[in-house]
């Protein structure tokens, strides 16, 4: 079974960072394409990040280019969310996923998810 536990998130205030983690089992990490999303009270889920496991290529929605960062550790089996100069509009619950069809960014294309991690910036 794949598993997906995420942990990190909390209140900060405006500009400060955070650092998610998501700890993976049950995938062949040599062909997992892992992604962060998230999603706040009314709105549609959203790409964040996303990373190739076996190519080690990433990609960033514009929204937080410049200033969140994926990254891996396949000796650990966990994928790492680097939130630097955060925004009130970052506040949402954010989820660890991984990609079961397709070589898009879409929600659709992600079939394992974990329980979410709330985020939290205050003015």
């Known amino acids: 079974q794949v598993q997906l536990v995420e942990s990190g998130g909390g209140l900060v205030q405006t500009g400060g960072s955070l650092r998610l983690s998501c700890a993976a089992s049950g995938i062949t990490f040599s062909s997992a394409t892992m992604g962060w999303f998230r999603q706040g009270p009314g709105k549609e889920r959203e790409f964040v990040a996303g990373i190739n496991w076996s190519g080690g290529t990433t990609y960033n929605a514009d929204s937080v280019k410049g200033r969140f960062t994926i990254s891996r550790d396949n000796a650990k089996n966990t994928v790492y969310l680097q939130m630097n100069s955060l925004k009130p509009e970052d506040t949402d619950v954010y989820y660890c996923?991984?990609?079961?069809?397709?070589?898009?960014?879409?929600?659709?294309?992600?079939?394992?998810w974990g329980q979410g991690t709330q985020v939290t910036v205050s003015a």
């Open positions: 996923a991984r990609r079961t069809r397709g070589s898009r960014w879409r929600t659709q294309d992600f079939g394992s």
